[in-house]
């Protein structure tokens, strides 16, 4: 039983530390891109701490949502988040599953490549969106009376850019449309809607993300007008955004286009492929040769086997 473990145990290490020297390449091609896509999540959090001093609070306007679904209030609110946690934490474990697990299909630094394209696209969108038009918070927080609703003027740069983290950014007001929290879960769905292998997994996360919605409305974090923004214009982006970025490798090819196989006669398996399709692995006699009935043909002529084997 020891010996079992050990042995698995060691396979697992030289598993993930192949799987580091491989990925530490792809970060050597890639980290501009990962860089520029952190950089502007850093980004989307100042736009909206920069928002929640233009927010002003007022009347809660009309809502089918919130017609529909009762309020969960400040002690319910959690419900929410926490779900947006397991949705969130769940996909970052996923994307990082090739250094442990044998079935792999994705890359890790890739697939963040791509995901974080899809952030960036869709919340360079959201800022446009809110700082157009600031509506009256419907969050608990964000209503008239509280303190929070409205932020002073802040006394310097640095309490601006420092976000007020992560105080500032549980307790914002002003960043309505459209949703960030649909933002992160439709962009992981989709993700492992197109990538991932367990079909059963894929079907629970749009389910989940169903889910999200109601409660984002239910909890009063946002208008049903933020959801329903989000539901259409994350997966229009994500759907053109997709068909401009270059398509992933699939890793079952690659492994067998980096690794040639030689057989015991010292033949690769590329040569026998050609010699089974008639080709003698000499490049001047590449000719494609089919046999169809009984026949050979041969750069268009036609040969009896049976003659030929005749002496005819």
Not at 215 to 241: C, E, G, M, P, Q
Not at 246 to 257: H, I, K, M, N, T
Not at 283 to 307: C, F, M, Y
Request: glycine share 6%; hydrophobic share 45%.
């Amino acid at each position: 039983m020891s010996f079992y473990i050990g042995r698995e145990a060691s396979k697992l290490w030289k598993r993930i530390c192949a799987e580091v020297t491989t990925e530490i390449n792809l970060l050597a091609e890639n980290w501009k891109y990962l860089l520029a896509g952190l950089v502007f999540q850093y980004i989307h959090g100042l736009a909206a701490r920069g928002v929640h001093y233009l927010h002003r609070p007022g009347p809660i306007l009309q809502d089918v949502g919130f017609i529909l679904l009762p309020e969960l209030g400040k002690e319910k609110a959690y419900i929410s988040e926490t779900l947006f946690t397991i949705i969130f934490l769940s996909f970052v474990l996923w994307t990082f599953h090739p250094f442990i697990l044998k079935s792999r299909k994705i890359y890790t630094v890739l697939i963040w490549c791509r995901v974080l394209a899809f952030l960036v696209a869709s919340q360079f969108l959201r800022i446009i969106s809110f700082y157009s038009t600031q509506l009256p918070g419907p969050n608990y927080h964000c209503r008239e009376g509280s303190k929070l609703a409205t932020l002073p003027r802040p006394d310097n740069a640095l309490e601006v850019l420092l976000l007020n983290f992560p105080r500032g950014v549980v307790y914002g007001c002003g960043d309505l449309i459209f949703s960030s929290h649909m933002i992160f879960t439709l962009v992981f769905v989709r993700t492992y809607h197109k990538y991932g292998s367990r079909r059963w997994i894929q079907q629970l996360g749009w389910l989940l993300a169903v889910v999200q919605s109601l409660l984002i409305v239910a909890s009063r974090k946002h208008y049903t007008v933020d959801v329903v923004v989000a539901w259409y214009t994350v997966n229009l982006v994500v759907f053109f955004v997709d068909k401009k970025l270059p398509e992933l490798p699939d890793r079952s090819s690659a492994v067998a286009s980096l690794l040639p196989v030689s057989t015991k006669d010292g033949r690769t398996k590329e040569e026998n492929h050609k010699l089974l399709n008639g080709n003698s692995g000499d490049p001047a006699d590449w000719r494609q040769r089919t046999q169809v009935n009984g026949k050979i043909v041969e750069n268009g002529n036609t040969l009896h086997a049976d003659s030929a084997m005749n002496g005819a």
